[in-house]
């Protein structure tokens, strides 16, 4: 065969010449077609043994890149199985990373005596029914001594490194080893990439949504500057939290609750309310002593402040979240389940609390505490795109999407009757069987570890709706029946602003539950009745919450974890080392959680009346949105909380090849013509959304929009823009 170039010569061949040049016999292309094929055959009998090494990918240089239009089988792919690190590294849950290494093999010696690793890799959505596409296969060829190459992705610009990893279960290392004084002039920028940057640094942003990309280099919306610009309507933010709160007054000091006059009343805005609670020199609410044992009346910090304070969260803190908690999920006023109502001493236990900078710390605190690098958590689909990067980036965790709509059958309630056919929700909703058969593929996929994490989003990112009380109940029961733990991820909580619109709030014992959100906390509770202190819960169940959606407080930072599963909860403290809150955040927080106000005539929690003006804020903007939708004949499911809709876009999807069906289309074609409609919606009508597949939905053509991410100004114009974009779609220009 022909040797690969000591001198670490790259060679690469682009789309766009490799039709004219591959038959050509003093081209580049056809010696690297013969080369790569003569090299295959080399290799097709000992691929099937290799378990000696693993890559990883980030990026780097060098390599030897070809064009074939023929398919060869993945003829090592079961045995990649076999390679635990390979499969921590690069994860072979779907879809979870942008390509996926298919052989690999180390210590291969050309005729000069040069020692090679061989890595080919392809995007993960060719991979198609067991067999390969070859059209733009990676061969990198590494020298012995020298940590990696590159090959190119599809589009010229993600990059492939090919590191080499022991293959000890027990013990994960990168190869170091002296480099040859024969050196190779191609390697120098490989070699200094690895010096300057770990191939975990390089790695972590492959765990990245890729349209981010894509919405970075958007010109935004600005009325001035950027008048034709993209609105953005795919980060999920609260800009209505800006609306004031109206006749109203903020209770300082302890301020009498008993003088009222009109001129008391007024405007009141969330940052005017946290701009107040900063700068009161008030003891804090939890502490026993009045201002007036303060030295200096005009205090804001107290003493302790400025030292450590406890790793899970101050005292008083974790005091007032476990009463709002205590209100928000399990007292609800709108709850009319019997459950709890029949044990009243039920209530969060503040030790248990663990409150950290944001969710996804907490989240991935609890992740690392509950599941070993390389675990699978198992995520309903489609599910918030950022999961991927929080689970996988440090805790090694890897995401294996839960597919449901094959199991809601047409003949069934809810189920789908045709590939075209509106979508309703509860053909989202997991159940028995979809966790079952996501169970039996994550065996297949780990050489038969179980999964470790359910983690459900309830209310659902991005899908705009809550899951009835009988399916949180469904998944409760697998959970524990099978011994997995679920992660109720309940940051919406607070957002839910319609009651009773549900698809189906029928429970499994055929009563009627007209709440719409029901907690997993009160579903799971009372599972140890020997519990004396909190919910009884059991160990299996496990809650977090932030206060980045409900109050829009994403900068402040502020996340909470609840577990009862007393074999994780110290190291979960000392995990919170790395991401607490600092403790004039907490202070601050810790009033606003415990403040009062003068309102219609009385006094009440700042919470209960911030929440209650927030939700209908959302619901007029929500209802704006619906009309839109329904004057132009648009699908959507019809949403109860959150700040998002899921709209059904696929009748403005580009046309499929000939060669392909909706019920037979690849996943590469899905992406292709979701991407096209996307940029096209971004690019010409200034319409920034999230697309579905970036969320692993099933079918292509979806989108969430984010209806509280834009002030209303800009709102009222994306509506007019989505008209524009489906009156030109319908009618042509």
């Not at 894509?214 to 609105?231: E, F, K, N």
Request: glycine share 6%; net charge negative.
């Amino acid at each position: 065969m022909p040797s690969l170039s000591p001198q670490g010569t790259s060679l690469t061949a682009t789309a766009a010449t490799a039709a004219a040049a591959y038959h050509h016999p003093n081209s580049p292309i056809h010696w690297a077609n013969t080369a790569l094929r003569a090299l295959l055959s080399f290799l097709s009998p000992i691929l099937p043994a290799v378990e000696s090494s693993a890559v990883v990918l980030s990026s780097d240089s060098s390599s030897i890149t070809t064009q074939t239009s023929s398919s060869m089988p993945l003829r090592n792919f079961d045995n990649m199985h076999h390679i635990p690190h390979h499969r921590q590294l690069l994860g072979f849950a779907p879809h979870a990373y942008p390509y996926h290494v298919v052989t690999t093999r180390s210590n291969l010696v050309d005729k000069d005596g040069c020692t090679h690793t061989v890595v080919v890799a392809k995007p993960s959505s060719s991979v198609i029914g067991g067999y390969l596409n070859t059209t733009n296969i990676s061969l990198s060829s590494r020298r012995r001594g020298y940590s990696s190459q590159r090959g190119l992705g599809d589009d010229g610009s993600s990059p492939l490194v090919c590191s080499s990893y022991s293959n000890d279960d027990n013990h994960e290392k990168r190869t170091h080893q002296q480099p040859s004084r024969r050196k190779l002039s191609s390697s120098s920028s490989s070699s200094t990439a690895t010096k300057l940057a770990s191939s975990r640094a390089l790695q972590a942003t492959t765990h990245l949504p890729s349209y981010l990309l894509d919405a970075r280099s958007i010109d935004r919306y600005h009325p001035v500057t950027c008048p034709g610009g993209a609105l953005q309507l795919s980060v999920a933010e609260n800009q209505l939290s800006e609306v004031p709160l109206r006749g109203v007054k903020l209770l300082l000091d302890d301020e009498s609750s008993s003088s009222s006059g009109e001129d008391d009343y007024c405007e009141l805005t969330l940052m005017d309310a946290l701009s107040a609670w900063a700068s009161t020199a008030s003891p804090k609410p939890s502490a026993s002593s009045s201002k007036s044992n303060n030295s200096h009346d005009d205090v804001v910090f107290d003493r302790e402040m400025i030292y450590y304070q406890p790793t899970q969260g101050t005292v008083g803190l974790r005091q007032v979240m476990g009463e709002y908690l205590q209100g928000l999920l399990l007292n609800n006023p709108t709850s009319n389940h019997k459950q709890l109502n029949h044990n009243p001493k039920r209530r969060f236990n503040i030790d248990n609390l663990i409150l950290g900078a944001g969710c996804n710390a907490v989240l991935e605190n609890l992740c690392m505490t509950l599941a070993d690098p390389g675990d699978v958590v198992l995520i309903p689909t489609p599910y918030y795109a950022a999961f991927e990067f929080d689970l996988g980036s440090r805790a090694g965790c890897h995401v294996l999407p839960v597919n449901t709509m094959e199991y809601h059958p047409p003949g069934n309630k809810g189920g789908i009757s045709s590939a075209n056919a509106a979508i309703p929700a509860s053909c989202y909703y997991p159940n028995k069987a979809s966790l079952d058969a996501a169970y039996e593929n994550t065996l297949d996929e780990t050489n038969g570890r179980p999964p470790r994490i359910l983690l459900i989003s309830h209310p659902n990112n991005p899908l705009g709706v809550c899951y009835p009380p009988h399916v949180m109940k469904e998944c409760i029961d697998w959970c524990r029946e099978n011994e997995v733990h679920l992660i109720s991820d309940e940051i919406y909580a607070g957002s839910v602003y319609r009651q009773g619109v549900v698809a189906d709030t029928t429970t499994a014992n055929g009563e009627e539950d007209a709440r719409t959100f029901v907690s997993a906390m009160e579903l799971a509770a009372d599972h140890e009745t020997s519990t004396e202190n909190g919910l009884g819960l059991g160990p299996y169940i496990h809650l977090v919450y932030a206060l980045s959606k409900d109050f829009a407080l994403s900068g402040l930072r502020v996340g909470v974890a609840y577990t009862e599963n007393e074999e994780i909860l110290f190291a979960l403290q000392k995990l919170n080392d790395f991401c607490q809150i600092s403790s004039h955040t907490q202070l601050l927080v810790e009033r606003m959680l415990a403040a009062k106000v003068k309102y219609n005539g009385g006094v009440d929690s700042f919470v209960n009346v911030y929440l209650e003006a927030n939700n209908r804020n959302i619901r007029a903007r929500s209802d704006k949105l619906v009309q839109c939708l329904d004057d132009l004949n648009i699908p959507y499911l019809k949403p109860d909380s959150g700040l998002f809709l899921w709209m059904d876009f696929r009748e403005f999807l580009p046309q499929l090849s000939p060669t392909e069906s909706i019920q037979n289309e690849s996943l590469e074609s899905k992406e292709r013509r979701e991407r096209e409609l996307y940029l096209s919606l971004m690019k010409e009508y200034g319409l920034l959304f999230t697309p579905g597949m970036s969320m692993r939905n099933e079918k292509a053509g979806f989108f969430r929009c984010v209806f509280t991410a834009a002030s209303e100004e800009e709102f009222e114009l994306g509506l007019v823009r989505i008209r524009k974009f489906v009156d030109v779609k319908r009618n042509g220009e």
